[in-house]
């Protein structure tokens, strides 16, 4: 089936330590995206690639970083710069930039321990 | 600033009931605007997409209305479920490649 495909699905990150959560997608879809989601608060977009080896910023990038080196994957990495990383991470792709359907994966738990 | 809201408090409804969800921006004028469903622990998936021409458009038992004057879309779901629980997310076309999302609303139908 097609789809987008996250992992792992529950993650632990000890202080200072980074962490890389993976997102694939077979839907050959161009765009990418990844996500924030915190209690009460609206998806906050982190990082987003329209091409492949190609990324920009979203609107919380600080701490974190992203690669885009194939299509169909686009990690991100929580650095130890990110002071407050504990979150549900959303990785989500579409057609293009277009402003087609987002599909969403099923979501990353990160806590900090 | 620019801002998308969603009623924060719960809907609670009994079952065949009409839900309606709002969500009122300010400070854009989106070219179309999305409704998506999100289940507790999973990614959101999406449920209608209405652009800034159209004023209502159905799909079975959802319907989304889009008034750019008032700045406002509500979200029906006729003859409501047990199983419409969840939490519903409006999302509106922000320009440059981005889409906003709003906290969600989330819905209780009773049996």
């Given at each position: 089936d097609g789809g987008i495909t996250q992992s792992p699905k529950y993650l632990f990150r000890k202080e200072g330590q980074n962490v890389t959560l993976s997102c694939e997608q077979n839907?050959?879809?161009?765009a990418m995206y990844w996500y924030r989601q915190d209690p009460g608060q609206g998806l906050r977009l982190i990082y987003y690639s329209q091409i492949v080896n190609d990324f920009q910023k979203g609107d919380i990038a600080e701490g974190y970083s992203v690669s885009r080196e194939k299509k169909e994957s686009f990690p991100l990495t929580v650095t130890s710069?990110?002071?407050?990383?504990?979150a549900f991470y959303l990785c989500a792709s579409s057609?293009?930039?277009?402003?087609n359907t987002i599909y969403f994966g099923e979501g990353s738990w990160l806590t900090v321990v | 600033s620019q801002k998308i809201e969603q009623n924060s408090e719960a809907l609670n409804i009994q079952e065949g009931k009409t839900a309606t969800l709002t969500c009122n921006y300010t400070n854009y004028s989106p070219a179309y605007l999305q409704w998506y469903r999100q289940d507790p622990g999973r990614g959101p998936v999406f449920l209608l997409l209405i652009r800034e021409n159209e004023k209502e458009k159905r799909k079975e038992r959802l319907k989304v209305t889009f008034d750019t004057t008032l700045k406002q879309s509500l979200f029906h779901i006729t003859?409501?479920?047990?199983?419409?629980s969840a939490t519903y997310l409006c999302a509106l076309?922000?320009?440059?490649f981005k889409t906003i999302f709003g906290a969600g609303t989330r819905l209780f139908v009773k049996a």
């Open positions: 839907l050959n879809h161009d710069a990110q002071k407050n990383p504990t057609i293009d930039r277009s402003g | 003859a409501s479920q047990p199983a419409d076309d922000a320009g440059g």
